[in-house]
């Protein structure tokens, strides 16, 4: 059993940078990937960003437009999202996932808004 537990949402203006965090309950070192959803009021929850055991990272390009960055410390523990040039489109509970020998583990969500 996988414990996550985001941190770092926040009220902030366009333009502005946020900086999530993760925090896992046990070593991520082996966790086959962890990942970054975001989900908006009325929408489907979609994958932001992942990053795997190896280090290797994928963004889901529509979304980020070479604005976020995900990054993994393995001796906290803990997988980060640097949100850079917001806008109101950003505006969504932000979820940390795990994904680990088949099981799929959740964050209960941050709050992110952009708003003037």
């Known amino acids: 059993q996988v414990q996550l537990v985001e941190s770092g949402g926040g009220l902030v203006q366009p333009g502005g940078s946020l900086r999530l965090s993760c925090a896992a309950s046990?070593?991520?070192?082996?966790?086959?990937?962890m990942a970054w959803y975001r989900q908006a009021p009325g929408k489907e929850r979609e994958l932001v960003a992942y990053?795997?055991?190896?280090?290797?990272?994928?963004y889901a390009a529509s979304v980020v437009k070479g604005r976020f960055t995900i990054s993994r410390d393995n001796g906290k523990n803990t997988v980060y999202l640097q949100m850079n040039n917001l806008n109101a489109d950003d505006t969504a509970v932000y979820f940390c996932?795990?994904?680990?020998?088949?099981?799929?583990?959740w964050g209960q969500g941050t709050q992110v808004t952009v708003s003037s």
């Open positions: 996932n795990a994904y680990d020998a088949g099981q799929d583990y």
């Open positions: 046990i070593s991520i070192f082996s966790i086959n990937r």
């Open positions: 990053i795997t055991s190896l280090g290797i990272k994928n």
